[in-house]
């Protein structure tokens, strides 16, 4: 942040005299402090009446023609389950019912939060959409998990199909507290293993 959104004129940072203890962007001119928060990122794992899970290949970047399930930022005015079905619909056309909530993945390094749910499709109507190149069902041995888009949702995933083998659904926290070395399988896998 470079100008303060109130007046316009240049923010510097420091620690506010309001007895803050933490660096803020503060305008010198008319005094408001700027508070940078956390982005909220909402999902679900959408699953069909056959237990396969719906699955879109990226058609944006970042991680563009890597797969993910339904996930975005969260808007304004929506609870995190509203928000993961409009993110279901954006990227997938399809119409979800959320259930619960399985996991929070607290990610600092890119200063975001995870809210993951478990949903169903509420019919086999899906699609590609701009998003989306590619929207398939996938069993869990058809998941390219060396293809996955980001930590999180391979994180998700193993998750959501431990709690299914084992019958027992689950709620899940996940500290994911640096970045992986690098984007391939081996280090994701060592990466997430430490991390849990």
């Given at each position: ?6 007046c316009g004129a240049?923010?510097?940072?420091r620690v506010p ?85 399985m996991a929070v ?92």
């Open positions: 942040m470079k100008f303060c959104s109130a240049e923010v510097v940072i005299d309001d007895g803050d203890h933490l660096p803020r962007h503060v305008c010198p001119a008319c005094s408001t402090i700027h508070y940078l928060n956390p982005k909220v990122i909402v999902g679900v794992v959408p699953v069909a009446a056959d237990g396969r899970v719906l699955m879109c290949k990226r058609n944006i970047e970042p991680r563009f023609g890597k797969w993910t399930f339904p996930a975005g930022f969260m808007e304004l005015g929506e609870t995190s389950g509203q928000g993961a079905a409009r993110e279901a619909l954006e990227e997938s056309q399809a119409q979800i019912a959320i259930d619960d909530l993945i607290n990610v600092p390094y890119v200063n975001q939060v995870y809210l993951i749910h478990r949903g169903r499709l509420l019919d086999e109507q899906f699609g590609p959409t701009s998003e989306s190149s590619e929207v398939r069902l996938m069993r869990e041995d058809e998941i390219p998990w060396e293809e996955i888009a980001f930590p999180t949702i391979y994180q998700s995933l193993r998750y959501f199909f431990a709690d299914r083998s084992a019958g027992q659904p689950r709620f899940h926290q996940l500290d994911l507290t640096r970045r992986p070395a690098r984007a391939d399988q081996t280090e994701l896998t060592s990466w997430l293993a430490e991390a849990s």
